[in-house]
């Protein structure tokens, strides 16, 4: 830059190089203002896909029980389970009590931690890359992603995250413009109204035990 003011020879910046400069200067935007204080949301989002990746490389001797060991702190960290049980179940939260809400939030993060180690199985060279971070008008930040395949066919991982006392978490995960939250609020929201909460836990642990049979251990 003061070689270009200088007068010295200047190169106009690439597309790529632009793009990783919007990256970078929408991320210090986030960034902490003092040591030791949360991450910023790029850095969270970044975080849980090196778990994934490491998984799905370490897939074949992990097997299901190890992938899970390994996704289980780094889903709870990086995500606000809470939120989401809550925001899935919709109307039918509130009336429930203290301790069904323990229950559905612990199940639910059971088999959110399960849907991971089931779907992340095996590895052929994929990687992540983030493509840009977004300031939402309520404050909550849009890490855009996308999941890079080894012949260059992607699928795009966006991120929502809300600041938490913790720091940011991860609320949503919208795949290819599908929402994960929209899906799982529909479903939850039809169990809840015509089988009941009983029925809605019974059908989540259903399915933790069908994916950890298919997957093996």
């Not at 925001?87 to 509130?94: K, L, S």
């Not at 890079?148 to 991120?159: A, I, Q, S």
């Amino acid at each position: 830059m003061e070689r270009s003011l200088n007068g010295a020879r200047s190169r106009r910046a690439s597309p790529k190089a632009l793009a990783a400069f919007a990256v970078a200067a929408i991320c210090a935007a986030f960034a902490p203002l003092a040591a030791g204080a949360e991450e910023n949301p790029a850095a969270v989002v970044e975080g849980f896909q090196a778990v994934l990746v490491s998984v799905m490389k370490d897939a074949g001797k992990l097997g299901y029980a190890g992938r899970y060991k390994r996704l289980a702190p780094a889903v709870e960290e990086s995500h606000d389970l809470q939120s989401i049980a809550a925001f899935a179940a919709g109307r039918y939260w509130q009336p429930l009590s203290d301790a069904q809400k323990s229950l559905l939030v612990a199940t639910f993060s059971e088999w959110s931690i399960s849907t991971y180690a089931h779907r992340f199985d095996a590895y052929s060279g994929e990687r992540f890359r983030t493509l840009s971070v977004e300031q939402t008008p309520r404050g909550e930040a849009l890490v855009r992603s996308e999941l890079v395949k080894p012949g260059g066919e992607t699928l795009r991982f966006d991120y929502l995250l809300r600041r938490r006392e913790e720091g940011w978490r991860i609320v949503n995960i919208v795949v290819d413009g599908v929402s994960d939250l929209a899906i799982r609020r529909s479903e939850f929201a039809s169990i809840l109204r015509t089988e009941g909460f009983d029925a809605l836990i019974k059908k989540l642990k259903d399915k933790i035990a069908a994916q950890s049979k298919s997957a093996g251990s």
